[in-house]
């Protein structure tokens, strides 16, 4: 398999999953039955800014540019054009999740909020799995987790485990919400990536991206 270059459809790709993903986590905040690992933190950062429901993508402008500072001193090596093609829509892409879930939600019952929350979930795992597989760098989450898994010279998905459950803790610390969707994604947000992925690589990466 050949390396795989930047161009300007793997960027296209790259920005729809990052768009998928903001809508996602907005959906889940939204339904009000909490958020994944790394929502929980934004919502925590709006909440003590005190900031409305609305600004959730300005909150998360924050946080990953905080990140990518962070980066920028112990992990420049793993700052590349990925990261800014997450980074730089992100925020508007949750705001486009809130808009969107206003607009289609006329009734905050039960049983639509959890249709939406179980939406967000798919969205989430399919639009990081969109991501990864276009594979033109790492997120600032991503990023930081790989520094830590350089420094405590550990395998990654324990690393990233435990980097998942300082970010719940955090996040409920800063007043961000907690609840079964929280421990659902935590649960299943894996192997819906990989599950997702599988199905990108087999039907869509490698008739564009691998040659014999």
């Not at 907005?26 to 900031?51: E, L, Q, T």
């Not at 989450?141 to 420094?151: A, I, M, N, Q, S």
């Not at 550990?154 to 719940?168: L, P, R, S």
Request: hydrophobic fraction near 50%; charged fraction near 15%; aromatic fraction near 12%.
């Amino acid at each position: 398999m050949k390396k795989r270059n930047v161009t300007g459809k793997s960027i296209v790709a790259a920005v729809f999953g990052v768009f998928l993903v903001g809508i996602g986590v907005a959906f889940n905040n939204c339904a009000g039955f909490g958020n994944d690992p790394i929502g929980i933190v934004y919502d925590g950062i709006r909440s003590i800014g005190g900031m409305d429901q609305v600004r959730l993508g300005m909150a998360s402008n924050l946080v990953n540019l905080s990140l990518l500072a962070l980066l920028f001193f112990v992990g420049r090596r793993y700052i590349n054009v990925g990261t800014f093609v997450y980074l730089l829509p992100y925020g508007f892409c949750v705001d486009a999740g809130n808009f969107l879930y206003r607009a289609l939600v006329h009734s905050e019952s039960f049983g639509v909020r959890i249709a939406f929350s179980a939406a967000g979930c798919m969205l989430l795992c399919l639009g990081v799995a969109i991501y990864i597989t276009v594979d033109i760098g790492v997120d600032p989450f991503t990023g930081v987790v790989l520094v830590l898994r350089d420094v405590l010279k550990k395998e990654y998905q324990y690393v990233k485990i435990g980097f998942d459950i300082a970010m719940i803790v955090l996040g409920t610390v800063l007043g961000g919400k907690l609840g079964l969707v929280t421990v659902i994604t935590a649960l299943v947000v894996g192997p819906g990536i990989q599950f997702f992925s599988g199905i990108l690589r087999k039907y869509w990466w490698k008739t564009e991206y691998e040659t014999e």
